[in-house]
C-alpha cells in the first residue's frame, strides 16, 4: 500500500510540474513560434518528344515531284517543293482547367530529316491530360524581330521596317509552302508565306498577330514514363476548309494580301491532327 501511496504522490507532482511548464509557455510571448509545414514535392517530369509528319490527300508528301500527285478543293493539281513551318508553345491540359505550357519553339524542315523529330528541353509533369495544344507561329508576345539568332540564320524574318517590300509587321514567318500548280495546262509557281497580317485597307494601317492555337482533337494522353506522338499537316487542307483557295487568285507574293493572310489563319486549325 505504502507504495502505491508513493506513486501516487509522485504522478501527481510530475502533472503539476508539466501543467506550470506548459502555463508558463503559453505566457512567453517571446518564444519563438515553431510552425510545421508540408511541403509538397515536384511531381515527377517526363522528356517528350515530338514527330511531325506531312500528308497530302492522305498521300505522304514527297518534295519536288515531277507531277502534281496533289489537289485541292478547286480541282487544281499541285505539287511541293518546299515546306517549312513553327510551332511554339506545346501545352497539355487537365480536366480541372490546370495546364502545363513547354514554352519552346521548333522550325520543321521537311527537306531536313533531322527537325522531323523535336525533343524539348522541359519536361512535363507526369499526369493525366484531357488535350494538347499548340500554337502555330508565334504569338504577339513571342513575335519581336530578329531576336532568335537561329531563325535568323534560316532567314525566317518576316518584313518589317525598311524591308524592300515594306513594312508587313515584322516578327518571323510561320510558314513557307512552295511548289508548282496546273493553271488550264500551265504550270505555275506559288508561294503560300503566312505571318503576321498587315491591313493596309484601313487608316492608320494595322498588323494582326495572325498566329492561332489548336487544341487537337482526340489528344488525351497520361504521362507516366518519357513519351511521344506526332503532329500531322494535312497540307490540303489550308486550302479548302472552310475558304477554297484558287491559286490563280493567291499564287506568288502573298505575303502584304490582307485578306490572304486572314484566310490561312482560319483554314488553319483544320490542318493538323494528333497521332499516338
Known sequence: MKAIKISRYFYLMAVTILASTFVACEKDEDDPIIETRIVEKDPTRYAATIHFNEVANDIEVELNSPNKPYINAKGQAFNITRLRYLVSDITFHKADGNSFTIDEYHLVDISQAETQTFTP?????????????????????????????????ENWSWPGEGAMMGNLGGGYHFMQLEGQYDSAGVSKGFATHMGTARNNTVSP????????????????????????????????????????????????????????????????????????
Open 205 to 276: 494601317t494595322t498588323y494582326e498577330a495572325n498566329h492561332f492555337t489548336k487544341r487537337l482533337d482526340s489528344s488525351s494522353i497520361t504521362i507516366s514514363g518519357d513519351f511521344e506522338f506526332t503532329l500531322e499537316m494535312q497540307v490540303e487542307q489550308w486550302y479548302e476548309n472552310p475558304y477554297e483557295w484558287d491559286f490563280n487568285t493567291y499564287n506568288l507574293s502573298i505575303m502584304p494580301i490582307y485578306d490572304a493572310q486572314r484566310k490561312l489563319n482560319l483554314n488553319g486549325p483544320s490542318v493538323f491532327r494528333f497521332k499516338k
Open 121 to 153: 528541353e522541359t519536361k512535363v509533369p507526369a499526369g493525366e491530360y484531357t488535350s494538347v495544344s499548340f500554337t502555330f507561329g508565334f504569338d504577339e508576345e513571342d513575335n519581336q524581330s530578329s531576336i532568335y539568332p537561329d531563325l535568323n540564320i
